[in-house]
């Protein structure tokens, strides 16, 4: 878990993740050291500030702190307490960074974006703010997940599908643990996923300029249909910004917008031509009568 979380004000929430293994019937804390205030003592609340909560995850191994709508003033350490004895507690340090309502990322281009499979994916994202002060990186995401193309992701995702495909073969040869084909099916997906995400990582490049504004560029090579989703770029001092990308096989983004089109031009057409029958059929019978 980082010990070291930055959150930005104007944002939703910050969280804080502490991990416990064989908890057991014991109970976790969380204390702001600054004046040892108990915010929370297991999933009940102590403080009056609305604010602080607690979620725990479902085998009670991960105690999370929120902190919803983050103030500067909300900086600190934070302390992850067990009431063993002796007690066992582990301190995260909360930094709070105040953002100008000004202060903005924009992604060029529509918020909708198609490529071609087997293309380059290029994004482009300005960050606008009045000053330069206390300015710091800027982050990818892709959903939920940051991306970072470094070779120690690729080694991790290396040896995590070595180690997948390690038990696959023990599996095979009768000397790994009986499981159930639901089990097994779960390892394949995983291990596939592990695979996907070691080929993205591999494809993507991220550079920064400053200079009179702030700019960060993301490209993704050989684009594939597992690269659509959801990117936002996020820098540490401003809010930030997002994208839908699509990644399509066969039709261009032209074609497609000309093809939807074209659709609709059709459906209107069809709606007009039944209108106009209705019509003439009810002239038809006032006619006869």
């Not at 908890?23 to 604010?51: E, F, M, N, P, Q």
């Not at 004895?85 to 301190?91: F, G, H, I, L, R």
């Not at 800027?138 to 070595?162: C, K, Q």
Request: glycine content about 6%; overall charge negative; charged content about 20%.
């Amino acid at each position: 878990m980082p010990r070291n979380i930055t959150g930005r004000t104007g944002h939703t929430e910050a969280i804080i993740k502490c991990r416990v293994d064989s908890l057991h019937d014991k109970s976790v804390s969380w204390i702001r050291k600054r004046d040892l205030h108990i915010l929370t003592v297991g999933t009940a609340t102590y403080t009056t500030d609305k604010r602080f909560k607690v979620s725990e995850s479902k085998d009670a191994r991960e105690w999370t702190l929120h902190v919803k709508s983050p103030q500067a003033k909300d900086s600190g350490i934070y302390e992850c307490q067990v009431n063993t004895e002796p007690k066992m507690s582990m301190a995260f340090q909360l930094n709070i960074i105040e953002i100008s309502p000004d202060a903005k990322a924009i992604i060029s281009g529509p918020h909708d974006l198609h490529f071609k499979s087997g293309s380059a994916i290029i994004l482009n994202c300005v960050v606008k703010q009045p000053s330069v002060k206390d300015i710091g990186p800027i982050y990818w995401y892709r959903g939920e997940h940051m991306i970072t193309p470094f070779d120690s992701d690729v080694e991790d995702a290396d040896n995590l599908i070595t180690q997948g495909q390690g038990q696959g073969q023990e599996q095979e040869k009768g000397r790994g643990k009986e499981q159930t084909s639901d089990q097994l099916d779960a390892s394949l997906n995983e291990v596939l996923n592990l695979e996907v995400a070691k080929d993205f990582t591999t494809r993507i490049a991220m550079e920064s300029q400053l200079g009179d504004t702030l700019k960060s560029r993301l490209r993704i090579s050989n684009a594939q249909t597992t690269d659509t989703g959801n990117y936002t770029c996020q820098p540490t001092t401003a809010s930030s910004a997002s994208v839908m990308v699509h990644v399509i096989n066969d039709e261009n983004p032209a074609a497609m917008q000309k093809s939807a089109t074209l659709a609709l031009i059709g459906q209107h057409t069809q709606q007009r031509l039944g209108l106009m029958c209705c019509a003439m059929l009810l002239l038809l019978l006032l006619a006869v009568q």
